[in-house]
């Protein structure tokens, strides 16, 4: 027996140990940091709770723990994405979006449904619309995620390439039978299911990230 066959057994043997003393099925939601803000979005806040435990920040006092490494802002208008593009910090959730980049910590930008056209704003052929695209640009360079709550709300809805174990073997990849495996931040992943999705050309996605 090869050891990454080895390793893989012991670590399935471990997890339903700790499953079957711990209650390991029952999942916890995640936790997710979001910036609370003056612009309420009822539906969108409902969603975001609904889907994992929430932690509100508030942007005039920016608290938030230290070993914080993700933070959501939800409804995010044209003002905000064009600031933060720009490091103008003017409002207090400019100046927060600035202290998380600084301090290396990731955002996510839910647009509102009224600004979500800039995401588009390259199928648009006009000069004003370049412009916008250039301030979509440079915050994916900051490794600002940007997108609509229409997205956001499909990474927590039921889909063929889910996968909802604990534990991704190589079994689990051989028997997939499709191009996408997602996975939850908390799924641990074998060495050898690794293997066989590099052989099968099997793309294994984190639906956290």
Known sequence: MDNKRLIEEIVLEVLNKISSSQELQSEKKPLRYVVRTCEKDDRALKEIEKHGSVRWIDVKEREYPENIDHVIFPSVNQDLL???ALGITDTDESQLFSDLMRQGIRVHFIL?????????AHEKNSPYAQMIESYVKQLHSFGV????????????SSSPYTFSGKLLTQKDVEDWGKPVIRVSSQTIITPL???AAREFNISIENKGS
């Open 145 to 156: 995620k940007l997108t609509q709550w229409e997205e956001y709300e499909s990474d927590f």
């Open 82 to 84: 064009v600031k933060s």
């Open 112 to 120: 509102s449904k009224k600004d979500s056209w800039v995401l588009f």
């Open 193 to 195: 299911a690794k293997d």
